[in-house]
């Protein structure tokens, strides 16, 4: 099982990013997917996770300002970051579980992608 992720980047607060993860090894229509995030000496924060059914949640955090959507058909999940602000600078990781009915516990994806990098200055 891969995950890539892709899409970081160096933006002005206020500005936008699009983050892609990509999987291949599963049958990724099984599974959900969820995006986390870690800032330097902290710990790894859920940001947003889509269901199999594509039911979407959201950190309190990421509410309003970010989307997360799927396309199974390409294997990827996508996430779509608008109003940024620099606390929201962050290493990125997508996650992959079997999971139906928890999504914002990191212990309840079996699969993690590389992380990429978030860097929103002020």
């Known amino acids: 099982v891969q995950l890539q992720a892709s899409g970081g980047g160096l933006v002005q607060a206020g500005g936008s990013l699009g983050l892609s993860c990509v999987a291949s090894?599963?049958?990724?229509?099984?599974?959900?997917v969820g995006w986390f995030r870690q800032a330097p000496g902290k710990e790894r924060e859920f940001v947003a996770a889509?269901?199999?059914?594509?039911?979407?949640y959201y950190a309190e955090s990421a509410k309003g300002r970010f989307t997360i959507s799927r396309d199974n058909a390409k294997d990827t999940v996508y996430l779509q970051m608008n109003v940024l602000k620099p606390e929201d600078t962050a290493v990125y990781l997508c996650?992959?579980?079997?999971?139906?009915?928890?999504?914002?516990?990191?212990?309840?994806?079996?699969?993690w992608g590389q992380g990429t990098l978030v860097t929103v200055s002020s």
């Open positions: 889509i269901s199999v059914r594509t039911s979407t």
């Open positions: 090894g599963l049958s990724f229509s099984m599974y959900s």
């Open positions: 996650a992959a579980g079997l999971t139906y009915n928890v999504y914002g516990v990191p212990a309840k994806y079996d699969s």
